[in-house]
């Protein structure tokens, strides 16, 4: 019963190892119900609003996560 989320502080990867960051990408979007990458969404952590997005994604409230 319980939803689980990956908040990434990621970088778009255009370099020789950017195929093992796409491999360890898929596997966690395979494990984990959300996965939020900060390159892909234009925020990083500590910033509030990734948080209010993982939250509104999940249709979650602070209190219950």
Do not use: N
Not at 27 to 43: D, P, T, Y
């Amino acid at each position: 019963g319980f939803l689980t989320c990956v908040l990434a502080d990621s970088w778009l990867d255009d370099g020789d190892g950017r195929a093992l960051t796409a491999a360890l990408l898929r596997r966690l979007r395979s494990r984990f119900h959300l996965v939020l990458e900060s390159c892909r969404i234009g925020m990083r952590k500590p910033d509030p609003r990734i948080y209010s997005r993982a939250l509104e994604a999940l249709r979650a409230r602070p209190q219950e996560v």
